[in-house]
């Protein structure tokens, strides 16, 4: 599902957990489906990639791990200029957002940097992005650590970028019902202050 011919990273949308968490906490659907406002959690999380403009990709295929999921979305897009990681149970991170996120990464690439991470008042989120250079190690990783162990092993050579951003979707996953309640409440919020405009 690559869409766009963008030059910049690839969007690579994460969908193929098995989203147990929500389902121990009340859930009575995987939570990519649950219900958020008039759509739900995955179609919001799609439509802001969309909306974006960049090229993407949606690993879906059941995988093991996190890690398992980025190797295979990785080697689907395997010519790209690089990627920006966004799990799909981010509902409601911003088009702009993204966009954001593919000029930081093209810039810090520009500069030697490898790894570009958002984040919101002070806590790290998502989209994560790396380099093309990247490619291989992302390819290798399996797992469900996803790819935690690139980022500090970057960050600890001085070649991570931290982007401040003002987007509260950059660190809103949706893992329990709880965390949909708050997603909701966050979408009421905004949708008010557009309508206040």
Known sequence: MLASSSPGPVVLVL?????????????ATHKLYAPLGSTTVLEHTLAAVRASGLAWHAEDAGHPGMGDSIAAAVRATAGANGWLVLPADLPLVLPG???????????AAAEGAAVVQPAYQGE??????????CGAELMALTGEQGAARIVR?????GRLRQVSVEDVGTV??????????????????????????
């Open 97 to 107: 957002t993204l966009r954001n996120m593919a000029c930081a990464l093209q810039a």
């Open 153 to 157: 092993q970057y960050a600890q050579q």
């Open 124 to 133: 790290r989120g998502h989209p994560v992005g790396f380099a093309s250079a």
């Open 172 to 197: 809103t996953d949706v893992d329990t019902v709880g965390d949909l309640r708050r997603a909701e409440r966050i979408l009421a919020l905004r949708g008010a202050v557009r309508a206040g405009d």
């Open 15 to 27: 969908a193929s957990g098995r989203g147990e968490r929500f389902k121990a906490s009340g859930g």
